[in-house]
């Protein structure tokens, strides 16, 4: 259903207010440079620190802005079942292709909460969805075996598959039978995810290069997995640096150098430390970027 490369795309903020004109901007910038769908409201969208009207407005304007150009997918998980599936109700009825649900976080559930929390949310709303499994921010994993009891639901249609294991996710995949797709959620290992079976990547690092990420996941479809592979080598020190601090610290300092937006976080999170920040431009002024 999607395939490629997907962009976790920023939530640009100005004095404290999300910048709409910017995060349309942004949205152009993706599209105009072949990413394949958009997820609004995701980690890198700085969802957890949104109100609810603030990320409904986020994914009303990314899906207005993309105006059918390309999928938008809107992040609407929550560490509460109930206000997941309010927030899943609310984006189908913006008209999103689809929603990123990431597992509950602070919560701790186990492996049967888990299946019982994705299980009323795709009961409860009739709408392509998408797990989102990233154990180093939310404390609990979504394992291969849990995957595989929500695999068979009709709207549950992928896994973004964030451990950082290729073990792991190759048991999704085997697990599954191709019930449901596995995206890559580590732009570190696109590649030999996808060699493993993956249909794309849901990218941080496309914020800033969304071509060569394009570029990347495209040559693999097409067979041409020597310029893919030289991509992924190409871009691994680039991707390392979009999480020298917590993401998404790093790709808004970037785009801010990049002059894309304002490099504005909010709070908890803070603006870069100057050591880091003339590490990452060092790193950017190598790929040309400023």
Do not use: W
């Not at 075996?145 to 451990?163: D, S, W």
């Not at 696109?190 to 690092?205: D, E, N, Q, R, W």
Request: hydrophobic fraction near 45%; include cysteine; charged fraction near 20%.
């Amino acid at each position: 259903m999607f395939k490629g490369s997907v962009v976790a795309i920023v939530t640009p903020f100005i004095n404290g207010a999300v910048d709409e004109q910017k995060l349309r901007e942004l949205v152009d910038f993706q599209i105009d440079n072949g990413t394949d769908a958009i997820v609004a409201c995701g980690t890198t969208g700085e969802s957890s620190t949104l109100d609810n009207e603030e990320h409904l407005n986020v994914i009303r304007i990314v899906f207005e802005q993309a105006k059918g150009r390309v999928p938008v997918i809107a992040g609407t998980g929550s560490n509460s079942t109930a206000e997941a599936i309010h927030l899943t109700l609310e984006a189908k009825e913006l008209g999103v292709a689809g929603v990123l649900l990431v597992t509950p976080y602070y919560n701790k559930p186990t492996q049967e909460g888990l299946y019982r929390h994705y299980t009323a949310i795709a009961d409860a709303v009739d709408i392509p969805q998408i797990l989102y499994n990233v154990p180093g921010r939310t404390g609990v994993n979504l394992l291969p075996e849990t995957v595989a009891r929500l695999a068979p639901h009709k709207n549950i249609v992928a896994i973004k598959e964030a451990t950082g294991s290729l073990q792991q996710a190759s048991e999704v995949i085997a697990l599954c039978g191709g019930q449901i797709d596995v995206f890559c959620g580590d732009d570190f290992i696109t590649f030999p995810m996808m060699a493993c079976g993956a249909v794309g990547v849901i990218s941080v690092l496309a914020n800033i290069m969304p071509k060569v990420v394009g570029d990347l996941t495209d040559a693999f479809f097409a067979g041409d997995l020597k310029k893919a592979r030289q991509l992924h080598l190409d871009t691994l020190k680039i991707g390392n640096a979009m999480f020298i601090e917590s993401n998404p610290i790093p790709v808004k300092t970037a785009l801010g150098l990049m002059g894309k937006c304002s490099d504005e976080v909010r709070l908890p999170l803070c603006e870069m430390g100057a050591a880091n920040k003339a590490k990452l431009a060092a790193i950017m002024k190598e790929y040309q970027l400023i």
